[in-house]
């Protein structure tokens, strides 16, 4: 690869990421000087980008984010939404179910479409787009426009009726997103572009909704059904009835404010507009069985269903959180149950028709060690405590190489170690012997090779009795309630009683009780494995205990999750899960209200937005 490859494909990257290191301008350029000197690069194929980049050169930085709107499932979420929001100069539109898309327009000239991509960064999607019906190359009316026009590509549901019944998708929102994937653009023709706002460049067109549609529609766009100003009797009415037959697919009522609110807009979640989403497709079918997978120690129930239709996918399994849940709907194996989309993605059970009180089994033993399962404190899960099960070590395993850095150490790794029932003193009794023989082993080839290596090194360095006792993964404790035991050597952190620790700063009576248990059962174990680490009473910096810990829920749209705690690094400590050491809970609806939310709150925890949180991040 030459040097200009590799500068354009680390600058295509790094667009993927979120990140502008040059402008639109300067990669063009480079882009352009590329093809110049090698235009059979691999890179105008696409290929030299990683593997889920295949077939992308380049992602564009949409001129204005596509937010979601924050969503109202039942009347009640609708009614709470409408008493607490603006609605006086509203304007209720039918939400149209397709394929988002950016058109951009320079001087009345169609020039470019993007995709919504992930919200922030979309594709080009001109070609295919450029066929689609009711695409208006050359405005009639605003010669001069230059700004975007955004809309939703689908398909109606005659066209589908007539052309694609029989080809294998179940809707036309499914073929609508099969065409708009194909790169020969068949079929595009078949799919029309209904018009719903306007970015105008000189802020003439798009101040109040109203005008906006009137400029689509004599720009000869087709706009979707509104009325101006509804009750929210007439919003209601109508939400109700939608369905999932009707000819143009749409999912839902949008809720604008009539004058724009452009900052607003600009929000990953904007406050004032809202979506009203239709009733949940709803079907009925049979329990065929209910089995139970493991997830580290825990067993949670899974429910096999006769295979049924509900918006456009054939659900074969269903989920019910828990077994206080179970036993609430009365579940068992043949019952006739209803399920729904919940979100519309996981199918969950709504009721059982005929319940039955108790009427289905809990595991008793542990399907991987056999031992005797217990059930959760709260009464939801049953949970293997075995010390020596298989389950437990691998998930001690893979809290050890988390926090030590370990990398390479996939699921199969520790599967093996797993199953050969290597638990942690005959692992590093290993890691003493040598590389090839003894580890490789068992833990088989390469891989157990790279693991030799990083665990020696990591062995190595220095370790605080804090996080050393966090390799132990004794449920509950982690590096943090360690730290709260202060500067002591691990020898004398050992020797404290529950009263010493319950006199500690920042330590509870669970707590204290946890650690004790910890050090009884594990005392053996602790003191060899010691004998593997250079554990170091250091100095822990008050800044760094001092950092806010916060914990991320729901999408936020133009970051994954890694990217978040990237981002958040520094700053604060990243949490997986919410509880009492938590201080902030970032989501994309701090007012939805969800039970999620109103348990962090009841925990004290701070609720606050993806925008909120980011500005805290003076990126
Ligand atoms: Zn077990």
Redesign the pocket.
Known sequence: MTDLEQRVKDYADAYYRGEEIISDAEYDALVKQLRKEHPESDFFKGEILGDDLKGISKKYKLPITMNSLAKCNTEEEMLDWWNKHPHTNILAELKIDGNSQCLCYKNGQFVQSLSRGNGVYGEDSTANVSRVQGVIKSLPVKHDFTGEIRGEVNMTRSIFDKYFKDSGKKNPRNMAAGIMGRLDGSDCDKLQFIAYDVFDANNTVDTTEIRKLKFLEENGFTIPEFKINPSFEEILEWKNSLTNKSEIPCDGIVIKQNVTDKADLMKLVPVNNVAFKPNLEKACTKVKQIAWSMRG?RLSPVIWIEPVELEGTTVVKASVSNINKMKRLGIYEGAEVIVSKHGMIIPQIDLVVNPKPDAFEVPRV?P????PLTITDTGTFPE?T?PN????IAHKYLRMFGILGILGTGRAFVAELEEQGIGYPAFFEMLDKGPSDVLNEYAGGINGEKIFVQMNNARKQPITPAKFLALFDYDGLAEKQFQKLGNLELKDMLKLSEEDLKGMKGIGAETAAAMIDFFNKDMEEILIVSKYFDIKVMEVSAEDSDKPTVCFTGACPGYSRKELAELARGKYTVMDGVNKDLNILVCADPNSGSGKLKKAESLGIKLMSYDDFLATLNL
């Open positions: 120690t542990c991987v060690c056999g031992e293997c075995n099960c298989a389950r437990k």
